[in-house]
Nanobody
Framework: QVQLVESGGGLVQAGGSLRLSCVAS????????MGWYRQAPGKQRELVAA???????NYAGSVKGRFTISRDIVKNTMYLQMNSLKPEDTAVYYC??????????????????WGRGTLVTVSS
């Protein structure tokens, strides 16, 4: 059974930074793809960033250059460093993991396993 537990959300002013963490347990290993999604009120869930265990990454255009996804293989933990935050980044952020080991376009629809989410609120 896979468990993904997020932490690090909160309230921050525009221009500030936050770092989200996601601890994975169960059958998810460093080989699996993991990623961050977000869902803002009244909007569809979107893929923010994804990463393979080998370090390949992709980002949504809206966060490229501001957010960085990383993984600590030893701790089986994924991070999302969010800098230069904007009010439009306000959303519930979800950690996700997949049985796949390579990135592909279908990840825009979702992954196999999900955390419960952590709320990020950016005030103007």
């Amino acid at each position: 059974q896979v468990q993904l537990v997020e932490s690090g959300g909160g309230l921050v002013q525009a221009g500030g930074s936050l770092r989200l963490s996601c601890v994975a347990s169960g059958s998810i290993s460093s080989r699996n793809v993991m990623g961050w999604y977000r869902q803002a009120p009244g909007k569809q869930r979107e893929l923010v960033a994804a990463s393979t265990g080998g370090g390949s990454t992709n980002y949504a255009g809206s966060v490229k250059g501001r957010f960085t996804i990383s993984r600590d293989i030893v701790k089986n933990t994924m991070y999302l460093q969010m800098n230069s935050l904007k009010p439009e980044d306000t959303a519930v952020y979800y950690c996700a993991a997949d049985e796949a080991t390579v990135l592909h376009a279908d990840f825009r629809y979702g992954m196999d396993y999900w955390g419960r989410g952590t709320l990020v609120t950016v005030s103007s």
